[in-house]
């Protein structure tokens, strides 16, 4: 982590994190994973046994903040083809 980053989300582990990681970056925050520990992806099982964390740019923490209550409280929304006939 650099001094310029702050940790928005403490997950588990890597696989908790990849979603809400790749939920801000799709909405336009460089977010990035620390201690994602897989010994360089030689032992995948590690990911499962590690703690991780989400950083971003400490600018945009109060918007990290948000999008990830958003994407915490979201609900699948129910369209055409969800429904039943």
Do not use: C
């Amino acid at each position: 982590m650099f001094s310029n980053e702050t940790k928005v989300l403490y997950a588990d582990n890597s696989m908790d994190a990849q979603p809400i990681l790749q939920w801000l970056r799709t909405n336009g925050i460089d977010a990035n994973l620390i201690d994602p520990d897989d010994l360089g992806g030689l032992d995948p099982a590690l990911a499962f046994a590690h703690a991780t964390g989400v950083v971003v740019p400490t600018a945009d923490v109060e918007r990290a903040q948000a999008l990830i209550a958003k994407y915490q409280g979201g609900r699948i929304q129910p369209t055409e083809e969800l429904q039943e006939a």
